[in-house]
């Protein structure tokens, strides 16, 4: 088969302290594919893709980026890995530009010598953030931020793409940007793989989704499929 560009985690247990915050939980996403995992507060989602970069101690399970093997690593580590985490509440730089904030994105070595193509890479995915790249990060809206760090992680050039909460205290139109973004970014041919509460616009541009449940990896099916689940329904689409 072939791995190349696959992201595979294998029964990935966590604890802090005594309590257990991942149970053998597996995962797959391969180049090209979204992938969603939907689950409640304090399900164990942010630490599921923190373990994944390598950046929280696991007890049991492996991780591999095509044939590589992930251990525990820096954060500088896991950018040149290929694995690339936008995480919750997006951690921009309000104080320096738009550019300046991509630029910050390519210190990797993996991304250097490239950096103005994919400057313009991230320029051509978002229109908005070329338009205003000489805007003050911190007056741009919830949305154009959120834009600016997922620019920003782009421009390490990852394999894998890894978003915590990405529309999180977004209005619904901004969130649809950010979700269209996505869709956009998906095209170029990298994984991308996404926690989400908002799950009627995750699984819409989704291939294919997990639920995670006090750790534990409950179901696995293709987006599609989810939608349509009246568990699923019931638990997350606030509906029958
Ligand atoms: P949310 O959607 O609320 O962010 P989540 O699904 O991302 O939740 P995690 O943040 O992964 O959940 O947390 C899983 C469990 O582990 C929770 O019970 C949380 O309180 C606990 N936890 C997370 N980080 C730590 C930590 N550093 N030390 C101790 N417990 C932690």
């Not at 029964?11 to 409640?40: C, K, M, N, P, W």
């Not at 890995?81 to 509440?89: D, Q």
């Amino acid at each position: 088969a072939d791995t190349q560009g696959e992201l595979k985690a294998d029964g990935l247990t966590v604890f802090y302290g005594q309590h257990q915050a991942l149970d053998h939980a597996s995962l797959r996403v391969r180049a090209g594919e979204i992938v969603v995992i939907l689950g409640a507060n304090g399900a164990g989602k942010s630490t599921l893709l923190q373990t994944i970069a390598g950046l929280v101690p696991r007890s049991s399970g492996s991780v591999r980026l095509g044939e590589r093997v992930i251990g525990t690593l820096k954060s500088h580590q896991v950018v040149e890995s290929g694995l690339a985490l936008v995480p919750e509440g997006r951690g921009i730089f309000g104080e320096l530009s738009v550019e300046d904030n991509l630029r910050l994105g390519a210190y990797a070595r993996r991304a250097r010598g490239s950096e103005q193509e994919n400057l313009e890479r991230v320029y051509s995915l978002f229109p908005r953030l070329a338009e205003r790249r000489r805007q003050i990060a911190r007056t741009m809206s919830g949305g154009e931020q959120q834009m600016v760090a997922i620019g920003r992680a782009m421009m390490s050039n990852p394999t894998i793409l890894m978003l915590d909460e990405p529309s999180l205290g977004l209005s619904p139109l901004l969130a649809k940007d950010v979700f269209r973004t996505l869709a956009e970014v998906r095209k170029t041919g990298l994984g991308i793989l996404l926690v989400e509460q908002n799950a009627k616009q995750s699984l819409a541009i989704a291939d294919r989704g997990y639920l995670i449940e006090t750790g534990q990896i409950v179901a696995e099916n293709s987006a599609q499929a989810l939608m349509n689940d009246p568990a699923v329904q019931r638990a997350y689409l606030g509906g029958a």
